[in-house]
C-alpha cells in the first residue's frame, strides 16, 4: 500500500493542540481502511520522525436530527492519535 495516502489531514481543534502541547501527540484524519503499523509507518516516512505509539479512534456514520424535524446525515470518519518520541516534533502552523 502507498502510505502517503494513508494520511488525509492533521486535526485542528482544541483538543488536538492540547495533547500536542502536553502529551507530545499529533491527531490526524485517516483511511478508513488504514491500521496501526500503516499510520506508523506513513507518519514516519511523511514527516522523518521516530512514532513511539499510535491509537485510532473511529466514529460511524449516522442521522442527526435538526430543529425537530428534518434528519441530517454525519458522515464517519477515523482518527488516528500518534505519540511522537521524546525530542521528536512536527511543526504545522507554528509561526503564523
Do not use: H, W
Not at 56 to 77: A, D, E, M, Q, W
Amino acid at each position: 500500500m502507498d502510505y502517503t495516502q494513508i494520511l488525509i489531514k492533521p486535526v485542528i481543534s482544541e483538543k488536538a493542540t492540547d495533547i500536542k502541547e502536553a502529551a507530545n501527540q499529533v491527531a490526524f484524519y485517516v483511511l478508513p481502511s488504514a491500521n496501526k503499523t500503516e499510520v506508523k509507518k506513513a507518519v514516519e516516512s511523511a514527516f522523518d520522525v521516530k512514532v513511539d505509539s499510535v491509537r485510532i479512534v473511529r466514529k460511524r456514520p449516522g442521522l442527526r436530527r435538526k430543529f425537530g424535524r428534518v434528519v441530517g446525515k454525519l458522515s464517519g470518519y477515523k482518527k488516528a492519535y500518534v505519540k511522537l518520541s521524546e525530542g521528536e516534533k512536527i511543526e504545522f502552523f507554528e509561526g503564523v
